[in-house]
């Protein structure tokens, strides 16, 4: 079992296919390992030239419906589920590579992805690993929504949801971030929206890949996946998975409480845009600090050598 301290890459090179959720587009996507500090790193490989896109705040082009990062006019959009998958397990450094303008969105969750990196196996790398630590509270509010990054020993993640619908009331969850609560607790949990909103969204040309296998609908009164769900509050643990991805795009793994009330990607990106924006916030520590440390930080358990349970089954 490697250990938790040095940054992490893949074992060897995975792919897989799918249709971009809002663009119908069928994508191959390939994660590939790649080196220390080299980040997670997008590239359009269906481009007359290869452009790297960093998965980092600043390459943020647009925020309705998923989280899109571009560069020189070249885009790929609905990246949150894979960056969560990839923040959940502890991967630092992967190139990964699309035939397409959008990640393919597979069951709606992040469990695919999980089961990729798994399949590829969890490579250490020499260099160490460095740490966003918050030092001080941020909050950003729009109306009712809030999305809050306050100091903790830990990275936890706290979420309420609250749409006034009879399936999909008054939700909270908790999660204190390690590989096994991402997996167990995160990952399955599929996206999801209103029969309403989707048959509107499907006629203003997006949501084209959007079916009941990926995604959950709901109507007025049911759900209308015959398999129904798979947590009586998926709802609220698919928004948690969402922001986790989000605020991966600080491009470190975070020692923080993020608190988030009724957020989407557009707030939640503003949060991190805040918190980087006004250095006293937080701190860049590298893990040799940390390490004497550890103890009253608790720092998050990271993956290796893991036995998982089935997570498509």
Known sequence: MPSTDNQRTLGHSVSCQGVGLHSGVTVNLTLRPAPAHHGILFVRT???????IPALSEYVVDTALATTLG???????????????????????????????EVPVMDGSAAHFVQMVMSAGIRELEEPRSYLVIKKSVTVTEGDKEATLSPSRRFRVSCSIDFKHPLISSQYYEMEMSDRSFSGEISRARTFGFLRDV??????????????????????ASILNPEGLRFSDEFVRHKILDAIGDVSLFGRPIIGHLKVFKTGHALNHKLVQKVLADPSCYELVPLRRLESERSELRLPELPGGLELEPLLA
């Not at 203003?204 to 609908?217: D, F, Y």
């Open 46 to 52: 269906d481009t007359p030239r290869p452009v790297l």
């Open 71 to 101: 560069k020189e006019g070249v885009k790929v959009s609905t990246v949150e589920h894979l960056l969560s998958a990839l923040a959940g397990l502890g991967i630092d450094n992967v190139r990964v590579e699309v035939d397409g303008p």
């Open 199 to 220: 048959e509107m969204l499907k006629k203003l040309g997006l949501a084209r890949g959007g079916s009941l296998e990926n995604a959950i609908v709901v109507d007025e």
